[in-house]
């Protein structure tokens, strides 16, 4: 079965620091790879997405992550973090060719301070 | 991509009222709709999936006589918590996935956030 861990719940960095939310996950065969992020009582978007190919994934608001097999991980980073990122990022997983169910990892709150 | 939109955005009701949320794929056509719930400062957990015309498949432990889907169209599914408890109070968000997506992404809806009395 497939699974995702978000390893705590709560980073907080300072305008301009550097963001990284870490990823891993387990599956038994190749996996697609998800990150979206979530405001406040809305609904989730799609930040970027790993299915075949390069490995460096690079997504919407300077967004991107890596896929590294070897450490099942999927690390997600923005070098300069802005106020308007403060939002709920969630990693999630899909089975190439298997079933279309997400499987969403806890969720990780992003603040960002002034 | 998609944009999905659910219908209402909010609703409160009382204890053992029945209450209908909507979701619709305004743009392309969606052949798999899922229904997902979320607590407060947790995660996405999968309900259901429906496909168009056919009776959802529901994840284990989620009653299928309380939540009652229904994908009736390429464009709409609904969500009815039938005899709705406290419990039941949570934040339900729908996905559609179809149209001309190779990957097979998933499209979310904005949610709709139920408080039961």
């Known amino acids: 079965a497939q699974s995702v861990t978000q390893l705590g719940s709560h980073v907080s960095v300072s305008e301009g620091a550097l963001v990284l939310l870490r990823c891993n996950y387990s599956?038994?065969?190749?996996?697609?790879l998800f990150w979206y992020v979530q405001y406040p009582n809305q609904g989730l978007q799609l930040l970027l997405k790993?299915?075949?190919?390069?490995?460096l994934v690079k997504g919407i608001n300077g967004f991107e992550a890596e896929f590294k097999k070897s450490e099942t991980s999927f690390h997600l980073t923005k070098p300069s973090a802005h106020m308007s990122d403060a939002a709920e990022y969630f990693c999630?997983?899909?089975?190439?060719?298997?079933?279309?169910?997400?499987?969403f990892g806890k969720g990780m709150k992003l603040t960002v301070n002034p | 991509g998609a944009v999905v939109s659910q219908h209402p955005s909010w609703v409160i009701c009382k204890s053992g009222t029945s209450v209908k949320i909507e979701c619709r794929s305004l743009?392309?056509?969606?052949?798999?709709m899922f229904w997902y719930r979320q607590f407060p400062k947790q995660s996405l957990m999968l309900m259901a999936t429906?496909?168009?015309?056919?009776?959802?498949?529901?994840e284990q432990g989620v009653e299928k006589d309380k939540f009652l889907i229904n994908h009736a169209s390429l464009t709409l599914s609904t969500l009815t918590v039938t005899s709705a408890h406290p419990e039941d109070s949570s934040f339900y968000i729908c996905?559609?996935?179809?149209?001309?997506?190779?990957?097979?992404?998933?499209?979310f809806g904005p949610g709709t956030r139920l408080t039961v009395l």
């Open positions: 790993y299915t075949t190919g390069a490995t």
């Open positions: 743009d392309f056509q969606a052949t798999t």
């Open positions: 999630a997983v899909k089975t190439q060719g298997g079933s279309e169910k997400l499987v």
């Open positions: 429906s496909n168009e015309g056919s009776k959802a498949t529901y």
């Open positions: 996905s559609v996935m179809g149209g001309s997506s190779s990957y097979n992404e998933q499209f």
């Open positions: 599956s038994s065969v190749p996996p697609y």
